[in-house]
């Protein structure tokens, strides 16, 4: 049994599965908690399909998000650093939010293996901890994990894979560089990927939500870490704030930090660089010079002459469409949990919802075009 310094920790289920809830729901326990000496929240739910990426990364680099905007998935930048995950009913999400003062991000992460070993019914040895934190089992990751601090208070939070769709994973997380001849160059953070697996295919035991929580609350119980459960914050008129910038472009696309795309060139040996005896890496970056970059700054695509030819966060076919409506929500002051219908849904412009962005049609089709020019595959 794994030896914990003394926590107090509360679990925290939340029941809903909207993801612009979730996120603001956990910021809102990391933001506005008054802490006790020692005492901390562990709080565990699961998400609808969604891609969620760290605050410092490049959507566009990171995943592709036309086809997440046509299949209607949410995308989500969150307040944390780290790479870009996908989201769905067969990921479990665990956040831990307590005090900065003695935070141990690897006595976490050994809380999470222990749980994820017990629950799978697996043995402890083939999980283990990699040097950026992620967690393997037996050479496969099945957990990131990514963190923050504000004040005196820290958020440690990360994904379980246990059945999640991992065709859908890989056909999300699939930005420009892996389909065009481009590059993207800029200071955003970039993810690091990893062969995944679920521990549904190694596992003969259910495998689910509900015994996940079960298990945690059983280790905690029995390492002396536990000291109850917890509500989650309810509907208030802060978490709807923070629900309506989860939805806004200008905080999931406009703040990615400027970038240029450089076009890639294969070789082309009809051109006079081949009978000059210029290697295939000269031959590109020559090539590349006839071609000057795009700049991309706030969304807005730039041509090397500065003129502004498209604007990725503001799709021209929406433009002209009357701002839709979601159902009418009123904040819940009565109490810590969320009774609202519709959990998560807010009036919102379907030009700012991040989550259903169609504009990228004809910008990518000028990258396919250039990628066809460049002669790759």
Request: overall charge negative; proline content about 6%.
């Amino acid at each position: 049994m794994q030896q914990l310094r003394m926590r107090n920790v509360h679990t925290v289920c939340v029941d809903t599965v909207d993801p612009y809830t979730n996120l603001s729901l956990e910021e809102e326990l990391f933001a506005s908690c008054n802490w006790q000496e020692g005492e901390e929240f562990f709080l565990l739910y699961v998400n609808e399909p969604a891609v969620v990426f760290g605050k410092h990364q490049n959507p566009w680099k990171e995943c592709n998000v036309q086809l997440l905007g046509e299949r209607g998935i949410p995308l989500l930048r969150r307040i944390s650093g780290g790479g870009t995950v996908y989201h769905d009913q067969g990921n479990i999400n665990w956040s831990f939010i307590g005090p900065k003062e003695g935070f141990s991000q690897e006595e976490n992460l050994e809380i999470i293996r222990h749980i994820a070993a017990r629950f799978s019914d697996l043995s402890e040895a083939d999980f283990t901890i990699g040097e950026r934190g992620d967690i393997f089992y037996r050479e496969l990751k099945i957990s990131g994990n990514a963190l923050t601090f504000k004040g005196n208070t820290a958020l440690h939070h990360g994904t379980l894979l246990i059945n999640s769709d991992l065709d859908s994973l890989g056909s999300s997380l699939r930005g420009w560089e892996k389909r065009f001849a481009v590059r993207l160059d800029g200071p955003a953070v970039n993810s690091n990927p990893s062969a995944v697996t679920n521990l549904s295919a190694h596992s003969r035991e259910r495998l689910g939500f509900p015994e996940f929580y079960a298990a945690a609350v059983d280790y905690l119980r029995e390492t002396g870490a536990l000291a109850g459960e917890a509500q989650a914050p309810g509907l208030s008129e802060s978490v709807i704030r923070r629900i309506t910038e989860h939805r806004s472009a200008d905080w999931t696309l406009r703040r990615t930090p400027d970038f240029r795309i450089f076009p890639v060139y294969d070789w082309l040996p009809d051109r006079p660089h081949d009978r000059e005896g210029m290697n295939r890496e000269g031959a590109n970056q020559e090539r590349a010079k006839e071609q000057p970059a795009w700049l991309v700054q706030k969304g807005r695509v730039y041509d090397p002459d500065g003129s502004e030819r498209y604007d990725l966060c503001s799709p021209p076919e929406l433009l002209n469409d009357a701002p839709g409506e979601g159902p009418d929500i009123k904040p819940d002051t009565s109490a810590n949990t969320i009774t609202d219908e519709s959990p998560g849904k807010v009036p919102h412009s379907r030009v700012q919802d991040a989550g259903n962005v169609f504009g990228l049609t004809e910008f990518e089709a000028r990258l396919a075009a250039l990628s066809l020019e460049a002669g790759t595959d």
